[in-house]
């Protein structure tokens, strides 16, 4: 629990852009708390998106988005080391099929260049079909792009997010601000159900409730409008159909249906894009799903629908206006910060956002002291089915947990589950274990080890089975059974 | 760990395994190993606590556990049969060596001289079949369920709806009504039900349990916990008809909707696999295409009642001992099996004719669309062996045959199952 009451810096937002804002600023003599509505971080858009680090040739130049793009492509290979993220630099191929999408190529490679990316090329038909023999036989070329990359967006967040606890951050999951309170346009704090914590500067990195948020301090200047994106992900047994991310041309209005690779082997297809006023909307539906299966299709033919294992959603929480990021001092409320409208390439930008965010509090006149017992590395996570068979013997003589598997479509032990509770951004729910273990997230889709986290969650937290959730605030997995009184249900 | 060699290890300790250990014991294995990942043997018959298990086998009517523990006594009893529980085998090498692993004595690397693959199999989910709509708590295939209910003492739900109406989804409807719950409704996507005849009128007819033929889900609703779900009749290619939408309101949705034969360990050393079955090709020894490792039960093909799981394990396990003995002579040809008209699977897809032919076989089969009045038929080069009249069958019911030696010598290289009807 929240047991100070005054603070320098509130972030909100868990996400990945609160959580990399707030490791940034674990890098200075600041008190930071980061409050995440939901009961983990990196749950809301974080979880469900293309995962892509892009390359950067996509937007406008001189847009935050462009600038942003290319610097955070280029600050994730530190961080990759530093914090030990799931990054591989695969490469991402624009495919063209006719002659008008080799023009648009064209423009793509002149705006990738005008905006500083790197290796860019147009690779001929020969090329591609040398590099990708299942591609569709209609391709034309594709504008190769070497610096694009695959990540799990899950795990850098929480990588962010265990970094900044371990320079001093605090992290608040399961905490909505409810409150923020100003005093003759100044922030003076947020009120949350831990009660009110004095700060003078919040960073509003909401995502689609950044709009919400920015109200809540009295500034109405943009409206989040979500765009939703459906996804496909594939077996693992499809892991050999494809090797890079592969986009279709772009159209005025899209980027278009892409396929990739996963850092963990699966291949996914999506997202079309969809807008939606529900916040909360991340249902998929049957012609969604057609949609990008039969795009997905025009690049790859043989796509093989049966090995489909999971289907999701995701919303963009795109700003209105000119549909930039809006990375700026409020210019309403004095203290607030936003980091909102954060849309594709956000995950790519996310570190360069963070340290715009600090420049900013600088120019705010904050005082930003660099604290000399930063430690920017993560110590590493231990991942049971990526040792030696010696490693393995000895983690096992030294805790018999991992000598018990729980997953067993990922083989993930009991062991790793523990960790990922007691670790200091620690899984609090079934799915929270899921993304940092990857327990369930295999083809059985937990239908083995659900119960089983279940029970190790309950036993862990010391809660009862019935108060284990799924992954959001109400959502209850189990109930206790019923006693003779069956009315209310038979009612 | 012991440096020994086994005759034969068995992975899994379901029904399927349990047969095979008794098995291979009786046909002279001397030492046997059963790996189960579970706390306890028996595979998934300790969450069936309903009754109907052993009719052909014991000719008696026992419930799941009560079943199992039949076996489960012949076993223990036996200090031959070496069980490890709570193991998980990671891999099966080429050379039958098995890593598994467990808490107690961590990584080991088994040596045997024959291995039987008695996984059984998983659950489809709802990501296979693309149930559009959110992903609220409180969707579970129904065997998790099931086991939440009847081992752990917690209800999934207590206003379900059920998709698929497989003898899982079936039994799930009986015993969630059981325990106080409102069963809205079973929805099938097919014409008709894919559970046994007796399932349909004790599980559902009996509690008033509507079942929607040639219906399907088309959405599911709430944000956080499952709120209802939407419903539509589907058309002879079923897709769902526009204009025939409804809403059920549930707190749960439990999907019986197929089970797959878990064969990544056996996929992995290279054994030869059945399109259709998911399972691997045996021969009527269930001897896959690898010689040395044998298949039984669920991981082969998905049956519908146990004590052919259990006639599975036993031969599985008799000539896994004989060759680790080495006394399985070697076949003089081979007869290839095949389904034709009407006919989905057969098992054994091969039968392996030794230099004396001695023993009948008995093959299962499935038919591929309920049908009255037909005549099965066993043909080898455009003569007909075997038929055999049924007044009724259907895809989830299973149709055991058996060919007896003498016709087996008359059979040429390929014997063919069709269906006729009358």
């Given at each position: 629990m929240l047991n100070i009451n005054k603070t320098d810096i509130v972030v909100i937002g868990g996400g990945i852009t609160g959580t990399a804002i707030a490791r940034e600023l674990s890098k200075y003599e600041l008190d930071v708390v980061l409050f995440e509505?939901?009961?983990?971080?990196?749950?809301?858009?974080t979880k469900a998106n293309s995962a892509i680090l892009h390359?950067?040739?996509?937007?406008?130049?001189?847009s935050l988005k462009a600038q942003l793009n290319v610097r955070g492509n280029k600050l994730y290979h530190d961080l990759e080391e530093e914090l030990g993220l799931e990054v591989k630099w695969i490469g991402s191929l624009v495919v063209a099929v006719n002659d008008e999408e080799m023009k648009t190529l064209t423009e793509l490679l002149e705006r990738g260049r005008t905006n500083g990316v790197a290796g860019l090329e147009i690779l001929s038909r020969e090329e591609v079909l040398d590099r990708?023999?299942?591609?569709?036989?209609?391709?034309a070329g594709a504008l190769w792009a070497p610096s694009a990359g695959i990540f799990l967006p899950f795990g850098a967040a929480l990588a962010f997010a265990e970094n900044a606890v371990r320079n001093g951050v605090k992290v608040i999951t399961?905490?909505?601000?409810?409150e923020i309170v100003t005093e003759a346009g100044k922030i003076t704090g947020v009120r949350t159900k831990h009660g009110f914590l004095a700060a003078k500067y919040v960073i509003n990195?909401?995502?689609?409730?950044a709009d919400e948020i920015s109200r809540l301090a009295g500034d109405d200047s943009f409206a989040i409008k979500p765009r939703k994106g459906e996804y496909i992900l594939f077996d693992?047994?499809?892991?050999?159909?494809?090797?890079h991310v592969l986009f279709p041309a772009p159209s005025k209005v899209s980027k278009g249906i892409l396929l990739s690779p996963t850092v963990h082997g699966n291949i996914f297809v999506g997202p079309n894009a969809q807008d939606t006023?529900?916040?909360?909307?991340?249902a998929t539906s049957t012609d969604g799903l057609n949609e990008i299966i039969n795009k997905a299709k025009k690049l790859?033919?043989?796509?093989?629908?049966?090995?489909?294992i999971t289907q999701f959603s995701g919303l963009r929480a795109a700003a209105d206006g000119?549909?930039?990021?809006?990375?700026?001092?409020?210019s309403v409320t004095q203290g607030l910060i936003h980091a909102a409208?954060?849309?594709?390439p956000g995950l790519t930008s996310a570190p360069a956002i963070a340290e715009m965010v600090s420049s900013i509090l600088r120019q705010q006149g904050v005082e930003l002291k660099h604290k000399?017992?930063?430690?920017p590395v993560n110590p590493r996570k231990i991942i049971f089915r990526d040792l030696s068979h010696e490693a393995q013997q000895q983690l096992i003589a030294q805790n018999?947990?991992?000598?018990?598997?729980?997953?067993r479509c990922e083989t993930v032990t009991e062991a790793e589950i523990v960790e990922a509770i007691h670790?200091?951004?620690?899984?609090?729910?079934l799915d929270a274990v899921k993304r940092r273990?990857?327990?369930?997230?295999?083809?059985?889709?937990?239908?083995?080890?659900g119960p089983r986290v279940t029970a190790i969650l309950a036993r862990e937290l010391n809660?009862?089975?019935?108060?284990?959730?799924?992954?959001?605030?109400?959502?209850?997995l189990f109930f206790n059974k019923m006693t003779a009184d069956c009315k209310e249900v038979l009612a | 760990m012991s440096q020994r060699i086994y005759d034969v290890a068995i992975i899994g300790g379901g029904p399927a395994g349990l047969a095979a250990a008794y098995g291979a014991r009786q046909a002279g294995a001397e030492s046997v190993l059963v790996i189960e990942?579970?706390?306890?043997?028996?595979g998934i018959l300790q969450q069936c606590i309903h009754n109907g298990f052993?009719?052909?086998?014991?000719q008696e009517e026992l419930t799941g556990p009560g079943y199992a523990s039949r076996y489960i006594k012949l076993i223990r009893q036996d200090a031959k049969i070496e069980v490890m529980l709570d193991t998980m085998v990671l891999e099966v090498a080429a050379d039958k060596s098995i890593w598994a692993v467990n808490?107690?004595?961590?990584l080991m690397q088994i040596a045997t001289k024959a291995v039987i693959f008695t996984m059984g199999c998983r659950e489809r989910t709802r990501g296979a079949i693309r149930i559009p709509g959110y992903r609220p708590a409180?969707?579970?295939t129904a065997g998790a369920a099931q086991r939440m209910v009847?081992?752990?003492?917690?209800?999934?739900?207590k206003k379900i709806v059920i998709l698929g109406s497989g003898d899982i989804g079936l039994i799930m409807a009986r015993r969630m009504s059981l325990e106080?719950?409102?069963?809205?409704g079973v929805l099938e996507i097919?014409?008709?039900?894919?559970?046994?005849t007796r399932n349909i009128v004790q599980c559902l007819e009996d509690y008033d349990i509507p079942l929607y033929l040639s219906h399907t889900i088309t959405k599911i609703h709430g944000?956080?916990?499952?709120?209802g779900i939407t419903c539509a009749a589907v058309d002879g290619k079923m897709q769902p008809i526009p204009g025939t939408e409804f809403d059920i309101e549930c707190d749960c949705l439990l999907l019986s909707v197929g089970l797959i034969p878990e064969n990544e360990l056996s996929q992995a050393v290279g054994v030869k696999l059945d399109a259709?079955?998911?399972?691997p090709v045996v021969n009527q020894l269930r001897q896959?295409?690898?010689?040395?490792f044998f298949a039984a039960g669920n991981v082969v093909h998905v049956h519908d009642l146990v004590d052919f799981v259990s006639e599975e394990g036993g031969i599985a396990g008799k000539y896994a001992a004989q060759y680790a003995r080495g006394n399985l002579s070697a076949p003089v040809r081979t007869i290839t099996v095949t389904a034709g008209t009407g006919v989905r699977t057969v098992v054994p897809q091969q039968i392996d004719v030794?230099?004396?032919?001695i023993e009948p076989v008995r093959l299962f089969m499935r038919v591929t669309q309920p049908d009255k009045k037909i005549a099965i038929s066993i043909t080898s080069a455009d003569q007909t062996l075997v038929s055999r009249r049924l007044p009724v069958a259907k895809p989830s019911e299973m149709i055991v045959i058996e060919m007896p030696a003498s016709k087996l010598e008359e059979a040429g290289e390929q014997l063919t199952f069709s269906i006729q009807t009358q």
């Open positions: 509505k939901f009961p983990d971080i990196g749950a809301g858009s390359a950067g040739f996509d937007a406008k130049p001189g990708e023999p299942q591609i569709t036989q209609n391709v399961d905490c909505p601000v409810e990195a909401a995502g689609v409730y693992k047994k499809t892991s050999n159909l494809f090797k006023a529900d916040k909360e909307d991340v790859i033919p043989s796509l093989p629908l049966g090995a489909a000119d549909g930039d990021f809006i990375i700026q001092p409020s409208g954060i849309q594709s000399v017992s930063f430690d018999p947990l991992y000598g018990r598997v729980i997953c670790d200091s951004c620690g899984a609090r729910t273990t990857r327990a369930g997230m295999g083809r059985c889709q937990g239908g083995f080890c809660i009862p089975i019935t108060a284990v959730r799924k992954d959001s605030p109400e959502a209850y | 990942r579970d706390r306890e043997l028996g052993g009719l052909h086998k014991f808490p107690k004595f961590g409180g969707v579970f009847n081992m752990e003492g917690y209800l999934p739900g106080g719950a409102k069963v809205q097919m014409p008709y039900s894919n559970g046994l944000a956080e916990r499952v709120t259709i079955t998911s399972g896959t295409s690898l010689p040395g030794p230099a004396t032919v």
